[in-house]
């Protein structure tokens, strides 16, 4: 395990790895900045992400990079529709002494990538989704723990819905993060094009398992929030809620559902993460509204008024935060 004087260099060091980082990702990855510091500050979190973007956009090259350069195990599952939980966490079978023995599954990894997980239906889901929350898994009534650090990028297609089992919201809570994941910008697209090989790029391993535990853990229990900045967040989560004392007027004319306490505690976590990465000590407002649209946007459930005067998750989560800060 790392060893520094006082919290104080291990944010210095640690802001300092994020840049290390940043230089190693873009050997292989143009562009996505925003992607790679929201995926990023779920990991020093010690979340799940959820990847919202169509196909050809590099998904799956981002996750597996990073897995690379942080040291970590990686894993790759694909879900079909004929994927079943066994596919997932593993299965007993008979060795040669007609004794059951575990075959672990894919699930056995640091960073696992769910590759299109709305294509499989809920009882495949929820297999890895209670990995998600328990970070174990139980097989024929034996507990196996999955070893730290463990965290679930997961991918979804937007244009596809045919043959797909959307996520409920209740196991979309289970994700920190909904990234979206857009188009390159012109100049982007232009590098993107002339690029044809991504292997042999020479990727340094910047931490180490021990490492990025470390900094979890300083994230989570080292650094200190003001009262203001906690008390900014939750207003934040509860000015959501359609019905409510407190609602906003936006939350109660265009929401069916607003976000639970878990959002609240998910904003200060991640505003410490933010922080940290960025080299501040301590998180202020700013912090959080850096990372209020991807732990809001699927914890906010919109209804028809909204969809017809097309206002956007994000135009209500931006119109909140706007009155807060106004008022």
Do not use: C
């Not at 990702?25 to 925003?34: A, L, P, R, T, Y």
């Not at 188009?183 to 090989?197: G, M």
């Amino acid at each position: 395990m790392p060893e520094f004087a006082n919290e104080v260099e291990a944010i210095d060091t640690l802001k300092v790895k994020y840049e290390q980082f940043k230089q190693e990702i873009h050997k292989v990855i143009i562009g996505q900045d925003n992607i790679i510091n929201q995926t990023l500050i779920a990991i020093f979190s010690g979340g799940h992400v959820l990847l919202l973007g169509v196909p050809g956009l590099a998904k799956t090259l981002l996750v597996k990079t990073i897995a690379e350069i942080l040291g970590l195990k990686y894993r790759r599952i694909q879900f079909t529709p004929d994927l079943m939980p066994s596919d997932i966490i593993g299965s007993e079978i008979l060795d040669e002494h007609r004794k059951f023995k575990f075959i672990p599954g894919p699930i056995f990894a640091n960073i696992i990538l769910a590759d299109e997980i709305n294509r499989t239906p809920p009882k495949t889901q929820s297999a890895l989704l209670e990995a998600m929350q328990e970070k174990s898994v139980t097989v024929s009534g034996k507990y196996y723990r999955l070893e730290p650090p463990f965290f679930v990028l997961a991918t979804q297609n937007p244009i596809e819905q045919e043959g797909t089992y959307p996520l409920p919201e209740a196991q979309l809570d289970r994700f920190m993060f909904n990234v979206v994941v857009d188009y390159p910008d012109f100049e982007e697209e232009l590098k993107i094009a002339k690029t044809t090989e991504h292997a042999n790029k020479n990727l340094q391993k910047v931490l180490s398992k021990d490492e990025i535990i470390y900094f979890q853990d300083l994230i989570k229990n080292k650094i200190p929030v003001n009262d203001n900045v906690i008390k900014f967040a939750v207003s934040l989560v509860v000015k959501t809620r359609p019905g409510t004392k407190l609602a906003h007027p936006w939350a109660d004319k265009y929401l069916n559902w607003g976000a639970g306490p878990r959002a609240s505690q998910y904003l200060i976590l991640a505003g410490k993460a933010h922080a940290a990465l960025h080299g501040k000590y301590s998180p202020d407002i700013e912090d959080i509204i850096a990372v209020a649209d991807p732990i809001l946007r699927h914890r906010l459930i919109r209804n028809y008024k909204a969809e017809a005067d097309s206002v956007s998750v994000e135009n209500i989560i931006h119109e909140i935060i706007n009155s807060i800060l106004n008022s």
